[in-house]
């Protein structure tokens, strides 16, 4: 019998409806039965009015039911229009957005780059400690800054003091003067520079009133970037001018007046760089340089670290070695102080976050460099 | 009358045989809870024992004053769905 068919048969229908009706009658006693079941033992078994307290209590936690308000009388909405000052930053912050604005203004939450705050503050506070050491001549090629680079090369070199790559990459670079060292992406591409060997006079001389021009003692090639490059100090240029055309050279723009041929000595390069390593041997220790710069101290403090990958270096003695920072540098006193007036501060530019962030540098320029340093 | 309470005799047993009537009566106890009219119905057992006092009262007590209460408190909503699928079932199921 289908649903459709029920209408037209009157008695059949009202009887089924009856039974339908009985049915349900019976569902419904049924419940309620279970329900007398259920209260009845809850009041013989003694917790049927265990949910009573006294008449106080019980309207302390009545339920509410305004509007506006939930069912514990606690209003929803309260603080979302209420704004808050910022411990850090001291501005006014609307409540709903206060928690994630503490995360990024402090620096501390998962999502606030921390990692690249904490390198902008490392570098402002470095920049200036490294500003001697940019007379590093192995790096006539690069495209970065120099800061930039010998701060991520710390940093590399920092993490990977015992790698086995690390004394390898070394012996590559002392090795090979000029080869494009393009499969390790941590090393610099040297193809860029020029021999000054491979030029004539007249050329060497055009090249120099144009470019940097300083020699890299390493792979004995010029500096191809503008007289104005922060790799190089204009004391080096100098002596680049000196060392190729002859004390007659042309004035560079600030041009100093350091002593010159103290500052080039290719001649005497290997007595200088015994000199240089047997200074470097020593461990140096920032209390020595008392009389040294500050600058000169940062990269003290921090020699200890490059220590190992010293004895090995091959250090040429290059240009602009006369053009370091002026005093002893930490401790040796078997070499007699170089009467070299200091060198004008020189201040690096700031590197490009970005740019940093690319930089991997080996270690062999900051040794080198800092090895300058203190001389 | 006898086809009628034989129509009847059959149809519960068929109810029962297939499970439908214990799921028709859990379907109707969880939307009497749902709804409320349990509460309603503990709230009115509150005061019926109040009035017997708690130590005498009995199911019987219970049961006089609960039952015909509970009926007429069933929510309309409530009643039609259980009628319609009591009819369905019928519709199906029946001879």
Redesign the interface.
Known sequence: ???ED?PLSGPDNT??EA???????E???????????E??RA?KQGY??LDETDQESMKEFEIVDQPGVDIFGQVYNQWKNKECECPNCKRLIAASRFAPHLEKCLGMGRNSSRIANRRLASNNNMSKSESDQEDNDDLNDNDWSYGAEKRAKKRKSDKSQTSPRRSKTLKHKNGELGSGISADPYKYNYNAGINYEMLGPDEVQSFLTTQCGVISEHTKKMCTRSQRCPQHTDEQRMAVRVFLLGPSAPVLPEADSVAVPESFDIPDGQALMSRLQWEDSPEISPSDSASSKASTNHSDSRRPKKKKPRPSLGLNSGGGIGSLSGGGGGGSSQISERPLPPPPPQRLCIPNIRKLKNTVTPTREMVAGAVKNCL | MNK?SR??AT??QR?TELGERER??EL??AK?TECGW?DQ??AH??EV?REKG?EH???ED??VE??PK??AL?PDSV?KE??QR???F??QH??
């Not at chain 1, 569902?27 to 079941?37: M, N, R, T």
């Open positions: 019998m289908k649903m029920m009887k089924l039974l339908v009706n009985d049915i349900y009658s569902l419904v006693e049924d419940a309620c039965l279970g329900l007398c079941f209260v009845h009041v049927f009015f | 009628e129509l009847k149809i519960n109810l028709l009566k109707l106890r009497l349990k119905m503990k057992c509150k024992i708690l009262v009995t199911v219970l049961v609960i039952t509970g009926r069933v009643k259980l009628l009591i009819r369905a019928l519709a029946a001879a």
